[in-house]
Antibody, heavy 125, light 113 residues
Framework: QVQLVESGGGLVKPGGSLRLSCAASGFSFSDYFMGWIRQAPGKGLEWISYISSSGSSKYYADSVKGRFTISRDNAKKSLYLQMDSLRVDDTAVYYC??????????????????WGQGALVTVSS | DIVMTQSPDSLAVSLGERATINCKSSQSVLFSSNNKIFLAWYQQKPGQPPKLLFYWASTRESGVPDRFSGSGSGTDFTLTINSLQAEDVAVYYCQQHYRTPYTFGQGTKLEIK
């Protein structure tokens, strides 16, 4: 079965950096787009980034563009999120998620059929 | 960006009754070239990650009970839960996966009356 396990969360000061990792198993990792979605405490879901199956295409929400970098290592079946210039409002649980099966002739679906348990990132002085 | 608006924000329904959650998109999420509606529904229970319920607006994810149904077209969508069970207490989110940035509704909290 699909398993996604995030790591790397923790407490960081404003302006600091953190790198999240997501270890994937149970599916052909290199065949799927992957995404990061976050959830601030007591709030709703915010999609923040995706990366194509090869890693050649990446997209970011405006709220993190220029500060966060998504990457993947298909040989290690791992997804990463490098977070720089962190702000207090980046405090959230960060979920990695697997793209669902794409429709015919498309390379991604944009919905997420498997999610990790999440990694808590707290930005505070 | 496509704005997703859910209604109501919270809902209390008696066990065995029907719950209806609405979701409206600020623009159509119907892709005319393949006639697919790029709308998904998720269920999130406390302390857990979201769980996919429906995609393409009405395609039920494997393992989701058939008392759950998804419907809608264009810009207006509905998640219906028939014969509400105690385990259905959760927050439900819609998401458009038509165009980046993918966006979620604010969530609807479903409780037992």
């Amino acid at each position: 079965q699909v398993q996604l396990v995030e790591s790397g969360g923790g407490l960081v000061k404003p302006g600091g950096s953190l790198r999240l990792s997501c270890a994937a198993s149970g599916f052909s990792f290199s065949d799927y787009f992957m995404g990061w979605i976050r959830q601030a405490p007591g709030k709703g879901l915010e999609w923040i980034s995706y990366i194509s199956s090869s890693g050649s295409s990446k997209y970011y929400a405006d709220s993190v563009k220029g500060r966060f970098t998504i990457s993947r290592d298909n040989a290690k079946k791992s997804l990463y999120l490098q977070m720089d210039s962190l702000r207090v409002d980046d405090t959230a649980v960060y979920y990695c998620a697997k793209d669902g099966p794409p429709p015919q002739y498309y390379d991604s679906s944009g919905f997420y059929d498997s999610w990790g348990q999440g990694a808590l990132v707290t930005v505070s002085s | 960006d496509i704005v997703m608006t859910q209604s109501p924000d919270s809902l209390a329904v008696s066990l065995g009754e029907r719950a209806t959650i609405n979701c409206k998109s600020s623009q159509s999420v119907l892709f005319s070239s393949n006639n697919k509606i790029f709308l998904a529904w998720y269920q999130q229970k406390p302390g857990q990650p979201p769980k996919l319920l429906f995609y393409w607006a009405s395609t039920r994810e494997s393992g989701v009970p058939d008392r759950f149904s998804g419907s809608g077209s264009g810009t207006d969508f509905t998640l219906t839960i028939n014969s509400l069970q105690a385990e259905d207490v959760a927050v439900y989110y819609c998401q458009q996966h038509y165009r980046t940035p993918y966006t979620f509704g604010q969530g609807t909290k479903l409780e037992i009356k």
